[in-house]
């Protein structure tokens, strides 16, 4: 079913459509929308899109393509998702969440304000994620998992990398100064089996944490070349 199926009660001449509400938003082709949904304004979403019944998409929410959305599902204000997105029921988003490609998230899933989801993430059934989480690529959390507000923490593809004090962060179960593992991560990683790929993708984490350390607490680590 296209836009002008669903709606077609006006254009503006650039692909945005405007809602019986008032509400100017982008619809892109083969979208179903359920029952009892309410579409924010300038809100966009790309084709092959599927809302379930009772959703609610916020102000300035943007959506790519092969989007499904279960029922009871709420998305916040200037949130972002990608392509090939799958969510179950009853999902939570708050404002300003990112949600990266091919990611599956399951049913009675609540998360925060400000919340980072990577690329190729699995997320299971019934997982609370406070404010400020950060998920990495290629992760996957476990259902019934309660994740409360952690602004410098990032879930791997192996193991969580997390603050643990004014220039110091933790990589699973190992704890060290930020600048030592800058210095060894390789190694390290080579150690535990990491892959090359997971070497480089926790090699990348390390500098971010390393950058928000010093500029949120004058922390000087620095950053590996």
Not at 11 to 16: A, E, L, S, T, V
Request: proline letters at 1%; aromatic letters at 8%.
């Amino acid at each position: 079913m296209t836009a002008a199926q669903i709606y077609g009660i006006g254009h503006d001449g650039d692909g945005w459509r405007i809602l019986p509400n008032g509400n100017c938003v982008r619809i892109g082709n083969r979208v179903h929308i359920g029952d009892d949904v309410r579409i924010g304004n300038y809100a966009s979403m790309g084709d092959n899109v599927h809302m379930g019944d009772d959703v609610r998409i916020g102000n300035y929410a943007s959506m790519g393509d092969n989007v499904h959305m279960g029922d009871r599902v709420s998305i916040g204000n200037h949130v972002y998702i990608g392509d090939d997105v799958r969510m179950g029921d009853n999902v939570h988003m708050g404002d300003r969440v990112s949600i990266g490609n091919h990611v599956y998230i399951g049913d009675n899933v609540h998360m925060g304000d400000d919340v980072r989801i990577g690329n190729h993430v699995y997320i299971g059934d019934d997982v609370y994620m406070g404010d400020n989480v950060c998920i990495g690529d290629r992760a996957s959390i476990k259902g019934q998992t309660k994740w409360v507000t952690s602004p410098l923490q990032i879930q791997g593809s192996k193991h969580l990398v997390y603050h643990a004090g004014v220039g110091w962060c933790g990589v699973g179960c190992r704890v060290y100064k930020i600048s030592n593992w800058l210095e060894k991560y390789r190694e390290i990683g080579e150690v535990e089996g990491y892959s090359a790929e997971q070497i480089e993708e926790y090699g990348r984490y390390l500098r971010w944490m390393a950058e928000e350390d010093a500029r949120r607490f004058g922390a000087s680590a620095g950053v590996a070349r």
